[in-house]
């Protein structure tokens, strides 16, 4: 009687080691899954630190548009709001059609020579603060 007590503990010890052993080793792959996967992601990025401007908003009659560092006018005044996001590329952004019940204005991206960029994007919105 005692033998088959002893057969049963042991059968149980067996399972539970085995279950412990199928759970340590899930937590492990779970992990190395995780990190493998962490660093596949490419975080890195670089700021551009900005050293010479050269592309400036020219306000006229209201109306924005982009003139260069000699003064010459690259886009003509004709946008309700214009964003040069970075003073030393030819990337403009401009706003126009202000929509009163949507809150939103119409945009073009620009380079320039004054001709429409990146024609085919995703809408997104601009937070003014």
Known sequence: MEHKKRKVENGKRNKTAIVLF???LMGV???V???L???HIDKSYEIETITEFSY???L???KYGVIDTKGNILVEPQYDMLDIPNPSKAVFIGYF???SQKGEYQTEVINEKNEKI???YTRSTTTYV
């Open 118 to 120: 990146l024609t085919k």
């Open 60 to 62: 006229e009659n209201e």
């Open 37 to 39: 996967w962490l660093k």
């Open 97 to 99: 059609s202000y929509d």
């Open 56 to 58: 400036f908003k020219l």
């Open 29 to 31: 792959l779970i992990t």
């Open 22 to 24: 199928a759970i340590i």
């Open 33 to 35: 899954g995780v990190i």
